[in-house]
């Protein structure tokens, strides 16, 4: 599913908000979902940042890219079992890479003022 930066603040009930810079699949929504929301402004398509460039990455990113993965979102994307089997890790530990590439993509609360 792609990933979309949320450009201004959304609502996603039980679960909060969404603050603009952050990134998200939108996963909860459908495809006139997502459109509707793309077509008011409140979000776009990202272009993932190359995985190479991220901190601590590189050994990684090298290995991944044997298996065609060359930026974030399609880290994000892949089977779980394909990256573990690639880095030689417990897809858990993927799962782990996974959240703290979603850390990094993400965007807090705005201070007030």
Do not use: C, N
Request: glycine residues 8%; aromatic residues 8%.
């Amino acid at each position: 599913m792609a990933m979309y930066r949320v450009l201004h603040t959304l609502d996603v009930g039980k679960a909060g908000y969404l603050y603009p810079g952050s990134f998200s699949r939108m996963e909860w929504l459908d495809a006139r979902g997502i459109a509707a929301l793309e077509h008011k402004g409140a979000i776009s398509r990202v272009h993932a940042p190359p995985i190479m460039i991220l901190p601590g990455w590189t050994e990684r990113a090298e290995i991944l890219a044997q298996v065609g993965i060359q930026d974030a979102e399609q880290f994000l994307e892949a089977e779980a079992e394909t990256l573990a089997d690639a880095l030689d890790v417990e897809e858990k530990e993927v799962e782990e890479m996974r959240e703290v590439l979603l850390t990094w993509l993400s965007a807090d609360k705005p201070a007030p003022g």
